[in-house]
């Protein structure tokens, strides 16, 4: 799996967008990103994930720049719950066989101030 | 859907003793993964299987370390002898083996071993 490079630490003030970034300058080109954050004591949980094209659902929005090498993880309205470590992954799709373990690195420490 | 199952949550034994960990996947997850998170290594892959079957079991530190996946919705993973070093907190994680679906973690086990 190709290696990600995400800032250690980053603030946000509460009701304002979140915006971590990731590098992964070396994804190839059927792996996908893949955005988890853990709360603290919690397990991590799935927040979202893409090829090429930006996609958004209902927790955040994620944009990946044309050449796939950066992408950026859009939290629109961050509350002092978001306040976690948001890890960037990149893999390739599940596909039926065996090569779809995720890796962690050591992520983003995201704190919402008050 | 009551999310991955994890027993017990809070597990404290002495040195040397046999300590089993349990996880109940989501129904309908074919592929199951053991975690390992402590401060200094973060979240590690310890193993996973694939339609109860073992792919990778890799991340394995020793052979003290072993799972087993009897069933679709059951696995251990069993520490003997445990040791101080294997404290840590240890999660469960189930997904569909296709397709671009997320892992599910459940809520880990933390293993105090003094």
């Known amino acids: 799996d190709a290696k990600t490079t995400q800032p250690p630490s980053m603030d946000c003030a509460e009701g304002r967008a979140a915006n971590l970034p990731c590098n992964h300058s070396?994804?190839?080109?059927?792996?996908?990103v893949y955005w988890y954050r853990q709360i603290h004591s919690q397990g991590p949980q799935y927040i979202i994930h893409?090829?090429?094209n930006n996609e958004t659902n209902e927790m955040a929005s994620l944009i990946i720049t044309e050449d796939r090498k950066s992408s950026t993880l859009i939290l629109p309205h961050a509350t002092l719950r978001d306040t976690a470590v948001y890890y960037c992954?990149?893999?390739?799709?599940?596909?039926?066989?065996?090569?779809?373990?995720?890796?962690f690195g050591k992520g983003t420490l995201l704190t919402v101030n008050p | 859907d009551a999310g991955v199952i994890q027993s017990p949550r809070h597990e404290v034994t002495e040195m040397g003793q046999e300590v089993t960990l349990r996880c109940k996947p989501i129904?309908?997850?074919?592929?199951l993964f053991w975690y390992r998170q402590t401060m200094m290594r973060g979240l590690e892959l310890l193993i996973y299987?694939?339609?109860?079957?073992?792919?990778?079991d890799s991340g394995m530190p020793e052979d003290r370390f072993s799972a087993k996946m009897p069933n679709a919705s059951f696995s251990t993973l069993k520490i003997q002898p445990s040791e101080p070093r294997d404290s840590a907190v240890y999660f469960c994680?189930?997904?569909?083996?296709?397709?671009?679906?997320?892992?599910?973690f459940g809520s880990g086990t933390r293993l105090t071993v003094v």
């Open positions: 992954i990149v893999r390739v799709e599940n596909s039926g066989g065996s090569n779809y373990k995720l890796t």
């Open positions: 299987f694939n339609n109860n079957v073992p792919i990778d």
């Open positions: 893409g090829l090429k």
């Open positions: 129904s309908g997850h074919n592929s």
């Open positions: 070396t994804i190839s080109g059927n792996e996908y």
């Open positions: 994680a189930s997904t569909r083996s296709w397709g671009g679906y997320g892992y599910t």
